[in-house]
């Protein structure tokens, strides 16, 4: 057994999906997703994004669409200078969401449906599913559409209930 933090996402109506985290890879990004699952913040959020053979996203809207809002962290990937994240990301890496800005990850993530690996030394990986896969694929398979100015919105939503830490 490693000494790896172990997660675990309970999915409303489609079941759960368990991670290990790399602090070794991403010790900030880790670090400040242990806090937030702590404080119970992506409880009730829902994965907003979904774009079948490539990845699902969430952490970062309620079901209403409003916004969360968190302190942003450094990008700890290799385009942005941080060399000691060499995670690819292949399916079921999870990695943080971010803007143009390399500096601007904050809670909303990502975990790939499939190998993107463009997205290699230029977003932080920082964790892999271990289990969970027939949840992950679920979630890629909803039927999406536009919401406002979003797109690959799942036209059913698909709620975060909880996400909490089995090991650390």
């Known amino acids: 057994m490693s000494n790896n933090p ?28 242990l806090h937030l699952i702590r404080e119970g913040f992506f409880e009730g959020l829902i994965f ?3 774009i079948r053979g490539f990845m699902i996203q969430g952490g970062g809207y309620t079901e209403a669409f409003e916004d969360t ?16 994240n060499t995670l690819k990301h292949t399916r079921g890496v999870l990695s943080m969401a971010r803007t143009s800005d390399p500096n601007s ?3 909303q993530f990502f975990i790939m449906h499939a190998d993107a690996p463009h997205l290699d030394a230029q977003y932080a990986g920082f964790g892999m599913l271990t289990d969970g896969f027939d949840v992950l694929d679920k979630i890629a398979a909803t039927k999406t559409g536009r919401y406002g100015y979003f797109s690959d919105v799942p036209r059913t939503p698909i709620v975060i209930e909880k996400v909490e830490i089995v090991e650390e």
């Open 6 to 33: 172990v997660i675990r996402f309970t999915i409303k109506d489609l079941g759960t999906m368990t991670a290990e985290l790399y602090p070794n890879m991403a010790p900030r990004t880790v670090a400040n997703f």
């Open 105 to 107: 990850a904050s809670s």
């Open 69 to 84: 809002d968190t302190p942003s962290i450094p990008g700890e990937f290799k385009a942005n200078g941080y060399m000691n």
């Open 48 to 50: 907003h994004r979904v």
